[in-house]
């Protein structure tokens, strides 16, 4: 699943839901928007997410 920090933007992949932002430590992350979902997967092409 694809997700988002509320509080300083960073977009992420990951298989269990996180408890915190891997950038910024913050809690307040959602599950990202499509249109955010896209972006990231336009950001990524031929290369690796985390």
Not at 20 to 35: D, F, L
Request: aromatic share 6%; charged share 35%; net charge neutral.
């Amino acid at each position: 699943m694809i997700y988002i920090c509320s509080k300083c933007l960073f977009t992420f992949k990951r298989k269990d839901e996180p408890d915190h932002c891997p950038n910024c430590g913050s809690i307040n992350i959602r599950e990202a928007a499509e249109e955010e979902k896209s972006k990231l997967k336009d950001n990524t092409k031929g290369g690796e997410t985390q």
